[in-house]
């Protein structure tokens, strides 16, 4: 008998009754159908039913159809296990680690089965690591190890030299070669799903927006994106546009102040420092628009809290003008001197192959040519009416992560322009109903770091009972591993401004 | 060559503010020192709900705790009449902990260290930074205060990279659990004399964090801090007016540079 299969989109609600329960093995073998058929795994977590039970929820995305395919699948806690999907699909290496930490059930047959943030467990059941949860991290967290003669260990972090977030970086390394890196994080893991659960909606929205400083539109969006389905509530085209605005003055914020990054750590400071002011540019649009240089207080439930008047469009679009320009010659700058594009070109590659195979999103996997973008495939918000072109590159270096940034500057930019141009009408912010009971809901997000996804469960009360979030960064920090692997170990930095991922955003 | 020297004629000179001379003007909607109207006979109703850091209390008059605040538009509907109020004014940056708490307008802005450790550090202060657990808002604006518009290194002040190599900490995030050790290990590689600084409303009081099962409410009794800045993230000129009065480079009240 054919199951009934059930597909969700973008910013959809539906009944949790309606979610197809399958049985274990038929679920494994549904998720690799679906992925050797290029689907992706969007998502992968679990939600303690209670009746002694524990639900695990795929979400697999069809990017070209724009609609994701839910399955779930049920174990008796008493169980404890279930058979890894990691070994005949890596990109679930992650998301089976968080379920295994996060709800103490294990993922048979991982081949790193290792915690991923250090806390304990959130349903009062023994932790698979009694050991590691009660100490503080790295503790006694063992590394992958390569033996042989001249074969040496780099360790770094939890602090690092710069003004940056912890995280512990292991290297092994033969001579200057870098033969695996292993990178752990969890310093920064403060609770934020477990806490979205317990708090109220006027705080809940204050935790959304502190997920990652440098994504908070991002992530406001996603979160009231989530709370407005849930409530059926349709927010005015005006208030659209005003958050579509500020989602790329944030891309734009963040993606000149990487390509400064990048001229830093070659050394080439006359770019740096005008890619510098020009972030500064950015910040400075949103803190006109919202207050705050990060947009903060801008996105609420049900709209947002500021509004755009004549003036100050003139004012944004004179200076958007100014930036323009002086993008393109700083960039012309940067782009065009051989002695950047000598440090820049063959290194850190990435190729498609793994990209695809480790679930790679956002800027970081269109630089190797995997054509993704929430913005085109889930198209949200005003996103639905106004596309944004999205770039590719086929390279897969630090140089294609660079030329990314400025192509995708540029967009948005010509994007700002044009919305500015015919912001429609509607209320700013418009009142929300009570959530729906016993629903699920999801919300995406192409923020500047790639794909932010959303995803919350009511309960008959209406309350929420799980909240899951997923970072791009989550995604994105194994790339990372693979795009120095072999490099030269001084590389690495290099490496790792072109990613510029966030420890926060991964460790909740 | 000739390219980068062109360019530097195109990109014109436009950058350093001329900081703390003048102050810039921050934009109409910038959220600064929060101000209490304090003044109106009968008491404003308070909504909690709107308040869900527990930054207003409601004594005999009402007090904002300035360390719990998150600077964020909402708060400000706590009372439909309007009691609560943001001014454009960038200076927050206090030494005791209880002058964080606000009653009308005025604060009590941070002292200068005393004379013997300012000698020490008044023409040169090393800071180490460490992020314990922040959303990296407050680093990124510590940060930027090193870039061209604000030039943090022209005031003798500097980010090192070692902490034996500092004359204190900076510190963001409300302590995980996870970075506790971390920090603490840290903290005790600074030698003697030493500062501590705490950036953020999540190093003084937790932040939108506070009360989480995996995170401390800041810094505060971990280890002894000197100077609080609060702000969600504050402005970098917020935390530069901070430091230039914990050097004693800036009179009380005025922005005159000594
Ligand atoms: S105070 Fe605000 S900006 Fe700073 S770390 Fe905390 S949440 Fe982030």
Redesign the pocket.
Known sequence: MKQHELYVRNGQNWEWDRIPILEEDSFRQEILRECSHGARLVNLFAYPEGSGNIRIFSMLGRDHEGKLRLLSMRIPIKKGCFQSLTPELPQAHLFEREIAEQFAITPVGHPWLKPVRYHQNYCDAPDLWPAVSSRSIPGVYPFYRVDGEEVHEVAVGPVHAGIIEPGHFRFQCHGEEILNLEIQLGYQHRGIEKMMENVSMERSV?LA??IA?DTVIGHAMAYCHLIESLSDCEISPRAEAIRAIALELERLSNHIGDLGALSTDIGFLPPAAYFGRLRGEFLNLLMELSGNR?G?SLCRVGGVLFDLDQEMIKDFQKRLLVARKDLKEICDLFFTKSSVLSRLEGTGIVSNKIAKELGLVGPTARASSCGLDVRTDYAFGLYRFHHIPISTVLSADVYARALMRRLESQRSIEFILEILNQIPDGDLQIKSAALKPKHMALSMVEGWRGEIVHVAITDAHSRITRYKMKDPSFNNWMGLSMAVRGAQISDFPLCNKSFNLSYAGHDL | MWGIIINRFKQGFRTTLSYPKEVPSFPQRFRGKPVLNNTADTPCPINKSKDPLGAVASGKKLTLDMGKC?FNEDLKAICPKGILTYSQDHRLAVSKKKDLILQGEEVKLARALNEKTRKIFGRSLKLREVCA???????A?IQAMGNIVFDLSRFGIQFVASPRHADGLMI???VTKNMELALKKTYEAVPHPKIVIA??????NG???QGGRDVHDGVDGLIPVDLYIP????HPLTILDGLLRLLGKLENKENNFR
């Open positions: 204050l927006e502190s400083g990060y903060r | 998150l657990g922040s959303c990296s808002g407050c680093d604006e963001t995030g409300p950036v953020g409303a999540c190093a003084i932040g939108p964090f702000g969600c993230p504050p």
